[in-house]
């Protein structure tokens, strides 16, 4: 069932559990995802990194909206990390209807511009915007942020940013990383608890591969009602290939079938520790599918 981002996040956070967001990049990927999500009835989003989209371009949004509109539990489709509005522009004609405007990468006032001409325009097409302040260091996908230009979110800077850009959603930055950690995991949870106090649209968490289940647990008490992962799910797919490279005569479809396995364990893993397994009820109302729209 495909459904509105926001109706997600918005019925998480009422409930006390958050939604699990996995970047995919091919069929396995997105069967990996929707399977785990049907297995567990738990709703979850299907997330294209602006690689991912110039790799796949709208055949690959076709499939995440396909995949989407048949799954038996509560699905969105989603933009990851955009800094351009060549690619929000893209997926937008091709009918995602959830978009992240990433400024992060500029100064604040120019994150603020473009984040706030990308909402204008994607809420002129239907679409909510998830923006992000302060700046996650780590790697993904090509995008690496040295820890030295790591910037924490500031709460009353983000009140203005919220106000001033009218996104929907707002992805934080506590000490969180993209990619592996390296080091012991260390979230300022005091600095989330003054961010939640002060704004009240959905908060996002990048860099959840890794994180401890008590890490997840306070950041879901303290108002996070989304999760991206990536790394974990990632490095499932490609043990499965590196493994299949020994073989003398592999068969493709077993491979594939192997993958589509290796990440559906992490991925199951991960809805059950955000609390969405058996959720999906939550979001099966008759509004589910107008708000996609």
């Known amino acids: 069932m495909l459904t509105s981002t926001s109706e997600l996040l918005h019925t998480a956070r009422r409930n006390a559990y958050a939604i699990g ?15 785990a999500a049907e297995a567990l009835q738990s709703p979850a989003m299907l ?18 909206m396909e995949a989407a509109r048949k799954s038996k539990v509560p699905i969105s489709v989603h933009l990851d990390h955009s ?22 990468p500029m100064p604040y006032e120019a994150n603020l511009k473009f984040t706030r001409e990308m909402t204008a325009l994607s809420h002129a097409n239907g679409a909510v915007v998830e923006a992000e302040i302060g700046r ?17 979110t500031d709460p009353i800077q983000a009140v203005e940013f919220v106000r001033e850009t009218k996104v929907d959603t707002l992805a934080v930055t506590i000490g969180n990383v993209h990619g592996k950690y390296l080091s012991e995991p ?6 989330l608890a003054k961010i939640r106090s002060l704004i009240s649209i959905p908060l996002v968490l990048h860099g959840a591969s890794g994180l401890p289940e008590t890490m997840i647990n306070e950041s879901i008490r303290l108002g996070v009602s989304k999760f991206n992962v990536n790394t974990e799910v990632r490095e499932a797919y490609m043990d499965v290939l590196k493994t299949s490279n020994s073989l003398s005569d592999p068969d493709l479809l077993e491979v594939m079938e192997k993958a589509i ?12 520790l955000f609390g969405s397994a058996g959720k999906a009820y939550l979001h099966q109302s008759p509004y589910a599918e107008i708000l996609s729209a």
């Not at 996908?141 to 230009?149: P, Y």
């Open 136 to 152: 996650i260091s780590g790697t993904e996908d090509g995008l690496t942020i040295a820890e030295k230009e790591a910037k924490m």
């Open 186 to 191: 260390r979230l300022d949870f005091p600095r």
């Open 21 to 35: 967001a996995f970047n995919v990049y091919n069929l396995e990927g997105v069967k990996a995802v929707i399977d």
């Open 261 to 272: 396995d290796a990440m559906r364990s992490v991925i199951a893993d991960k809805l059950l």
């Open 83 to 104: 800094t351009s509005e060549k690619d929000i522009n893209l997926a937008l004609a091709a009918g995602i209807k959830s978009i992240m405007a990433d400024g992060s």
């Open 47 to 64: 997330q294209l990194h602006p690689s991912a989209l110039k790799y796949g371009k709208s055949p690959l949004v076709a499939m995440c």
